[in-house]
């Protein structure tokens, strides 16, 4: 989720979204996205300001600005290509939705002490190195503020997850097509803890939510919550 290689997410969710523009009218964190908890994870977010980090199309991030009243809700992303599919489906949601096509890490860092809630489902903590990407969440958020993220509870091809912090080369494509890989993080739950500890987290707790169903490419999911410290 990097800007400095060729965008590797161009064609993640191209047929989709020319058939599904509407906001959504669900939030869910599972990766099979049917079950388990929902967007009450976040707390109240009336009047508070949150970031969806590697927001894709922006999907999760409109479903909260239509139903949840925020102050605002930063979709950040870095790849271009899923900018302009946020960009196409939910820029009249603006102001509550504000679509921000950049490095997490880089946007993160220039502004701290600037959101109440940050927030991934299966996106940019999934895909940056937690040693850079954990430390500059905590200092983004407010003191008491909040960060959740799913991610996968092992790999999907059955493989488990790592008992240290490691990422994989999985498969990917450039916009040409020409196959190529990119790293995913895909940590056991004492991972994630000690490695969200380490950057300055307090409060921290892992769920497990299974799979919906047993097959190819079916994952459980891990649901981690912290906090930054109240001051």
Same mark, same amino acid.
């Given at each position: 989720?990097?800007? /400095? @290689?060729?965008?590797? !997410? ?10 599904e523009r509407a906001v959504p009218d669900?939030?869910? !964190? ?31 991030? *409109?479903?909260l600005a239509v139903h949840h009243r ?9 790849? &271009? ?13 603006? &102001? ?62 059955? /493989?488990? *997850? ?11 494509? @450039?916009? +040409?097509?020409?196959? /190529?890989?990119?790293?995913? !993080? ?5 991972? !994630?803890?000690?490695?969200?500890? +380490? ?13 919906a169903e047993r097959g190819p490419r ?14």
């Amino acid at each position: 989720m990097t800007g /400095t @290689t060729a965008d590797l !997410w161009h064609h993640y969710g191209r047929s989709r979204a020319d058939h599904e523009r509407a906001v959504p009218d669900s939030f869910r !964190w599972a990766w099979s996205q049917r079950g388990g908890p929902g967007p009450e994870l976040l707390q109240d977010l009336a009047g508070r300001t949150a970031a969806d980090l590697g927001a894709g199309a922006a999907r999760h991030a *409109a479903y909260l600005a239509v139903h949840h009243r925020p102050a605002r809700i930063d979709a950040i992303d870095a790849s &271009p290509a899923q900018h302009a599919m946020a960009t196409g489906r939910y820029a009249h949601l603006a &102001p509550q939705l504000r679509i921000v096509h950049a490095d997490v890490v880089e946007h993160l860092r220039a502004r701290p002490s600037s959101y109440d809630v940050l927030y991934s489902v299966f996106g940019a903590v999934c895909f940056t190195d937690p040693y850079v990407l954990l430390p500059t969440a905590v200092s983004a958020l407010r003191p008491g503020g909040r960060l959740v993220f799913s991610t996968l509870g092992h790999y999907l091809n059955g /493989t488990p *997850a790592r008992t240290d912090v490691a990422h994989a080369d999985i498969p990917a494509k @450039t916009p +040409e097509g020409d196959a /190529t890989t990119m790293r995913r !993080w895909v940590l056991q739950g004492h991972v !994630w803890a000690k490695a969200l500890e +380490e950057a300055g987290f307090v409060d921290v707790g892992v769920d497990t939510v299974p799979a919906a169903e047993r097959g190819p490419r079916t994952a459980d999911t891990l649901v981690v919550t912290a906090s930054r410290r109240r001051a």
